[in-house]
């Protein structure tokens, strides 16, 4: 799972203190690296992290970066991970070439569309071949190519400028093959 930075407030840390003070005297041992983030998302008000992950996901998308020009090298890497019919063949290792590869997926879901799990999965099924819908519907969460509701019923596509990478794939991708 990525590791990117993920924002934590509170409006009273007083309020954060005893929270995280009462759930800790419940225990018999120190909690866990998993326990604690859980803890520290009830104390914000949260039912669990993945509540509070998910809802972190809600915010809007910062502001665009600068128009620059798209690494050619890198699209060419992505690209290998396609086949001829567009469909993603492969997950892969590097999170720059996993996140580059997502544009081209997110270029293939319908704009302006709700979709329930089942729904996105059977579409993120039908652009790639190797079995892992979830990793696809996660991944695409969470670097904002897509949202969903806090309970995850609800999915549907971000609309947003691809990165000078992303758009120059998705024109390859669509590109008659030679």
Not at 13 to 22: N, P
Not at 73 to 102: E, K, N, T, Y
Not at 127 to 133: A, E, I, Q, T, V
């Amino acid at each position: 799972m990525p590791r990117d930075p993920i924002p934590f407030a509170t409006r009273d840390v007083s309020a954060l203190a005893k929270s995280l003070r009462a759930q800790w005297a419940s225990r018999a041992s120190p909690p866990s690296h998993v326990e604690m983030l859980n803890m520290l998302a009830r104390a914000a008000g949260h039912r669990n992290f993945q509540h509070f992950r998910a809802w972190g996901d809600q915010r809007p998308p910062g502001p665009p970066e600068p128009a620059a020009e798209a690494d050619p090298s890198a699209v060419l890497r992505a690209a290998r991970h396609f086949d001829p019919d567009g469909r993603l063949r492969s997950w892969p290792a590097h999170r720059s070439i996993q996140d580059l590869c997502l544009w081209a997926v997110w270029a293939r879901i319908p704009a302006g569309c709700r979709f329930d799990e089942r729904e996105v999965s059977a579409r993120l099924t039908a652009l790639h071949l190797f079995g892992d819908p979830a990793v696809l519907r996660r991944t695409m969460c969470h670097i904002g190519l897509m949202t969903r509701t806090p309970d995850g019923r609800e999915y549907r596509r971000i609309e947003r400028p691809p990165s000078p990478e992303g758009a120059a794939l998705i024109r390859r991708l669509r590109a008659p093959a030679h």
